[in-house]
């Protein structure tokens, strides 16, 4: 069983920064592949990045691209969302996932993960 927590959403303006957390239990993280998602109001949760187990394959939806960066930090159990130029569409609440080995090979699909965090909201104003 892997728990996951989140932090670090809140309220910004458009063209600000918000860095998320997602604090993960288990003596494997560094087996774990990582990703993050969203769900806007009335929107299905969408795929937003994500991350290898040892860090060397990372991708991002198109619409997040050249904004935000994922990374991981295994020695203390962490992964991390850094958002900056956000805009108002990026509102939603933010979702850790975890993809425990055998992993899977869709890593876009919500239907990879094994194990979802709780969420944290994320709000931008225009």
């Known amino acids: 069983q892997v728990q996951l927590v989140e932090s670090g959403g809140g309220l910004v303006q458009a063209g600000g920064s918000l860095r998320l957390s997602c604090a993960a239990s288990g003596r494997t993280f560094s087996s774990y592949s990582m990703a993050w998602f969203r769900q806007a109001p009335g929107k299905e949760r969408e795929f937003v990045a994500h991350?290898?187990?040892?860090?060397?394959?990372?991708n991002y939806s198109e619409s997040v691209k050249g904004r935000f960066a994922i990374s991981r930090d295994n020695a203390k159990n962490t992964l991390n969302l850094q958002m900056n130029s956000l805009k108002p569409e990026d509102t939603a609440v933010y979702y850790c996932a975890v993809d425990v080995p055998p992993y899977g090979f869709r890593y876009s699909s919500r239907g990879n993960y094994d194990y979802w965090g709780q969420g944290t909201q994320v709000t931008v104003s225009s």
């Open positions: 991350i290898s187990a040892r860090g060397d394959f990372i």
